[in-house]
């Protein structure tokens, strides 16, 4: 099965819920990748994996609870990082992965937003469409009309 007709499948799934779904979704989500984080120690980076949790509250929620989402996956991953290793090179890849994760929330609420917005345009589109083609329709029937003798 194609991975774009999946995600399409889950997307609609979660946008039908009620919003504590995709909040409650992303709250595990982060929690597991913390714990993983964490039990690995500094062998196996995760940060990639603290995006899905980001990803999904800046898609279902909006900008702000995307941010929160990064703010808190900023901390679990320093939480998981500096009792791994020393606070000061942590202190400094702290900085680095709010930046990764901040500009996650930003980049999917604005492709959510220009998703919506493409939609409505569309549909603007559609409708305009169709008042032109009943303007053609009424235009045709009036020269009708005029052009009988």
Known sequence: M???VV??????????????VPLLLAGVL???????DYVTTNQIHFTFFYLVPVF????????GAGLTAAALSTVSW???????QGALASLWNLGVVFGIFA???F????????????R???AQLRAARARIAELEAESRARERRETKP
């Open 7 to 20: 995600a399409g499948r889950i997307n609609r799934r979660l946008e039908a819920q009620p919003r504590a």
């Open 103 to 105: 500009a996650n929330a």
């Open 78 to 84: 320093y939480a998981a990082d500096s009792l791994n």
């Open 120 to 122: 409505e345009a569309s």
């Open 2 to 4: 194609d991975l774009f």
């Open 30 to 36: 982060l929690l597991v990748v913390f714990a993983l």
């Open 107 to 118: 980049s999917a609420a604005k492709l959510k937003r220009d998703k919506l917005l493409q």
């Open 56 to 63: 999904i509250s800046s898609w279902y929620l909006g900008l």
